[in-house]
């Protein structure tokens, strides 16, 4: 992770903002009362969606198993029910 002191950040927000958003990589703000990070908006919508998930009771364990599942075996979308 790149990490910038604030007064660099100050002089060069846009450029880092097209960074953090080009690369996808979040940048660190250093200042001397504590440090933030910069992050595009699609990687912080993808953060929020895995905590969310992360939070349901035994997701985790079952994101975990049907990583294991052979592509093979798993059903495919026009076989569901919908």
Do not use: F
Not at 43 to 56: G, K, N, P, V, Y
């Amino acid at each position: 992770m790149k990490t910038v002191p604030v007064t660099k950040a100050r002089q060069s927000i846009y450029k880092l903002i097209d960074e953090s958003i080009k690369h996808s990589e979040p940048i660190q703000i250093t200042t001397k009362n504590g440090n933030a990070i910069l992050i595009g908006e699609d990687d912080w919508r993808a953060i929020q969606e895995t905590m969310h998930l992360l939070s349901i009771p035994g997701m985790r364990e079952s994101i975990l198993e049907g990583g294991k599942e052979k592509i093979e075996e798993c059903t495919k979308l026009e076989e569901l029910d919908w």
